[in-house]
Structure formats: C-alpha cells, structure tokens
C-alpha cells in the first residue's frame, strides 16, 4: 500500500484565493511527522510546515496551515491568499517515529500535486 | 550561501559511463540523504549517512552505485556503467540528528542526470 497518497495531480487556482492540497497516509507507527514541500522548477525542495503525530494544534507558518485530521489519517495542506509565486510542484511526506520497526530518518514522499496559480 | 549545494546541475552523459555527483550539506548537519526524483513521482530514498558511516541503502540502489562520505563532510554519488533508466533527479538533502521529530531536512537543488 503506498504509504503517502495525493490524489490530485494538478490543480489550479485564482491570485488570492485558498487552495487545498490533500495527502493521506499510512502507518502503523503511534510516532510520526508529516512535512509539505514545495518544489520550484529550479529542483530544490523548499520545507513548508511540519504536523507531529502527537500535536494537538494543527499546524500554521505564515500562509500555510495543515488540516491534520488523525482518525482520517489526512493531513491535507491549506494555502491562504494564494500568489503568483505559489505555482510549483507540492509534495506530502512522512517520517515514521521507527517504533514499528521501521527507520526514523528517511522521509517517505507522495507524488505531488501540480498547483497553477492564475492572475 | 549556507545552504546544501549540489554540483553539477546537469549532466549528460552517454550509456555505460561513470559519472560521479557532489553534495555539500549544511556544515553543523551530522545526518545526509541521497534521493533519486524520477519524472512525474516524489523523491526516493536511496542512501543515508550519519557523518562518516553509510547507515543504510535502498534496494534502489544497484552494485553499480556507490556513494561515500569522508570525514563526515561532503558526498560523493557514483554511477558506474550508465543506462538510460537512470535518467533522473539526483536530490542531496542534510538535516540534523532527528533529536525531534519536527527537525527537517534540507534539499539541494539536485543534479539533473540524462544519460543517452
């Protein structure tokens, strides 16, 4: 089973409006850390913002929230006010806490999603 | 820059040569990552250093790769014997020891290998 879902390969949106991005997940492991990255077409993968499985609060960075809903096991990814510069590959990824068995320092990624922001 | 930097950017090269990539990460991280992007996926994990000791390789990762890291400090990635599946993103990223969960890792921009 793909440990990291995201379903939307491409998705557009207005300047200023709020976009989300979704990604679910899969793990059996009680400890893990779920990132956003944004990937430019310059390559370089550029961290967002970061859920920890334990966190009570979803997480925010400036215009970047995290809709972290555990029992769903999705932590889909909200951007506010969306701007020109926003336009770039999004991609989910999880960390397991290596409780399970599994390593606690490689990060496992989604297949990203494309979002286009329009003028 | 205090960023992780890759070298080269680009490289092409033709079926069944060596190439070799360079990666210097952030200078106080002890933890390195080598990932592979092919066209249209998410970055996989390939290899994994913590300082000088190479910790663990992916199945991804044939005989004819091999990467290193001396003294702790930079990376070297080497393919030998080139095919044209190899043709991909090479993605070099640093962080510190996961001491907590939230500490992430820093990307280079890549080095972008088409072998012809």
Redesign the interface.
């Given at each position: 089973a793909q440990k990291i879902t995201q379903t939307q390969p491409g998705m557009f949106v207005q300047e200023k409006e709020a976009v989300t991005l979704d990604c679910t997940y899969d793990t059996s492991d009680p400890s893990y850390g779920l990132f956003w990255y944004k990937q430019p077409s310059s390559g370089e993968m550029i961290f967002l913002i970061y859920q920890g499985s334990y966190d009570q609060q979803n997480a925010t960075e400036g215009r970047y929230s995290l809709n972290f809903q555990k029992a769903r096991k999705s932590a889909n990814l909200v951007i506010s006010a969306s701007q020109l510069g926003d336009s770039a590959m999004y991609f989910c990824a999880m960390r397991e806490g290596g409780l399970s068995g599994g390593s606690n320092y490689k990060l496992t990624f989604g297949k990203g999603t494309l979002l286009t922001v329009n003028p | 820059d205090t960023g992780v930097s890759q070298d080269p950017r680009h490289k092409i090269t033709k079926r069944g040569q060596n190439v070799t990539f360079r990666c210097d990460p952030i200078s106080e991280h002890n933890?390195l990552?080598w990932?592979r992007q092919t066209l249209?996926?998410?970055?996989?994990?390939l290899t994994?250093f913590q300082n000088e000791a190479q910790l663990?390789k992916s199945r991804l990762l044939s005989d004819r790769f091999s990467a290193e890291r001396p003294k702790g400090s930079f990376s070297t990635l080497e393919i030998q014997r080139t095919e044209q599946g190899d043709s991909a993103?090479y993605?070099c990223?640093s962080s510190l020891d996961?001491t907590v969960?939230?500490t992430?890792?820093?990307?280079?921009?890549?080095t972008?290998l088409t072998v012809v």
């Open positions: - | 933890r990552y990932y249209g996926q998410g970055p996989e994990f994994y663990e993103m993605l990223a996961w969960m939230n992430e890792a820093f990307f280079g921009q890549g972008r």
